[in-house]
């Protein structure tokens, strides 16, 4: 891998609702290197798809940058009209959608909706566009792609759905390919195959990936890098092995700690206590706060800066030097005591 391919810094993402504006991503920064797979994973809520709706310009209406900058290849994102997002989304920046049955087009044949790009990005003519589907379809692991160009969604399986959509994807030729939850709707088994695909052209085509999941064991597998989201922030970035072998952040470590394990004889999974924040009704200190075992006093009222520490950079009080040698940890109340603690 070498160069960064895309740049996001001070993100911040707004939208307009009938009690004001509500910020569900609150300055973030991530890079993403060529050839990389950067995964982001975070609960439910915490700004993971509007972060990438953003980069895509795929925002809804009432929703806006409201600061930051997304440097793709040097050309800032945001500052573009929707002509010359067209012409990079699609080509140059693609994007697999979680449901490819809500994706795709019930009334067009799947060889009709896979031939757009071509035609639109690429200058194809029609015939010369079905000649490149089809070799994609078989490319993207479709099997008799001549018969499947005719079909239409409704006559595939969930994973041939989500083949067609990578294969859609694939076919402006991107440098970048955003998949927000890839495997949600599909069985283990095609889930593997689907990330097994991914994986397959990452390394055939060279193109970077963004791997959006609430799965850390999909994490585990496909990431080179992980950017961990709570509420809008990220609060760990770090190589995947050092996230699984040292994480930093209380958060991390609690997601971690939630995975079965076909190692431990439990009668309940761990899991970490309360719900993600509203977004109307933040803290001014740690959004993590209220869920921490580890939190300090200071957490409740000042919002930590992202630092660097080892090979990760997170934003934890706890990675503060003066504040490790002397500062007590306190639990929050209601959560019971810390991990490690005598009851």
């Not at 970077?208 to 799965?215: E, K, M, P, R, S």
């Not at 706060?289 to 930590?304: E, I, M, S």
């Amino acid at each position: 891998m070498t160069g960064t391919l895309l740049s996001v810094r001070g993100l911040r993402v707004g939208f307009e609702t009938e009690e004001g504006m509500t910020v569900p991503v609150d300055g973030v920064d991530f890079h993403v290197g060529q050839g990389e797979i950067l995964g982001i994973v975070g609960e439910s809520g915490c700004g993971k798809s509007v972060s990438s709706f953003a980069v895509m310009g795929l925002l809804p209406q009432n929703g806006r940058v409201l600061e930051g900058s997304i440097l793709f290849e040097d050309t800032d994102l945001v500052r573009l009209d929707e002509k010359s997002m067209c012409k990079i989304r699609g080509s140059r920046i693609s994007m697999i959608f979680q449901d490819p049955l809500t994706s795709l087009t019930p009334s067009m044949t799947i060889g009709r909706q896979v031939m757009e790009p071509f035609i639109l990005h690429r200058g194809f003519s029609a015939a010369q566009a079905r000649t490149a589907v089809i070799e994609i379809l078989g490319q993207a692991g479709i099997p008799s792609p001549r018969l499947r160009f005719s079909e239409y969604p409704h006559q595939l399986s969930g994973g041939m759905r989500q083949r067609v959509m990578i294969a859609m994807a694939l076919a402006g030729g991107p440098k970048l390919l955003i998949a927000d939850e890839p495997t949600t709707a599909l069985d283990v088994s095609i889930q593997a195959q689907i990330l097994a695909l991914i994986r397959s052209l990452r390394e055939t085509l060279g193109m970077a990936v963004i791997l959006i999941t609430h799965d850390m064991g999909v994490i585990a597998e496909m990431a080179d890098r992980v950017m961990v989201m709570y509420a809008g922030k990220g609060v760990e970035y770090a190589p995947v092995a050092d996230i699984f072998q040292s994480p930093k952040h209380p958060y991390t470590r609690g997601l971690l700690r939630s995975i079965p394990s076909p190692d431990r004889d439990v009668d309940m999974l761990d899991i970490i206590p309360g719900t993600v924040p509203d977004l109307s009704g933040m803290s001014p200190g740690c959004r993590f706060f209220d869920r921490c075992g580890n939190a300090l006093a200071k957490c409740g009222h000042t919002q930590p800066e992202l630092t660097a520490h080892e090979d990760a950079v997170v934003a934890c009080f706890l990675y503060d030097p003066p504040h490790i040698e002397t500062s007590p940890r306190k639990r929050v109340l209601g959560h019971g005591p810390a991990r490690g603690s005598s009851k």
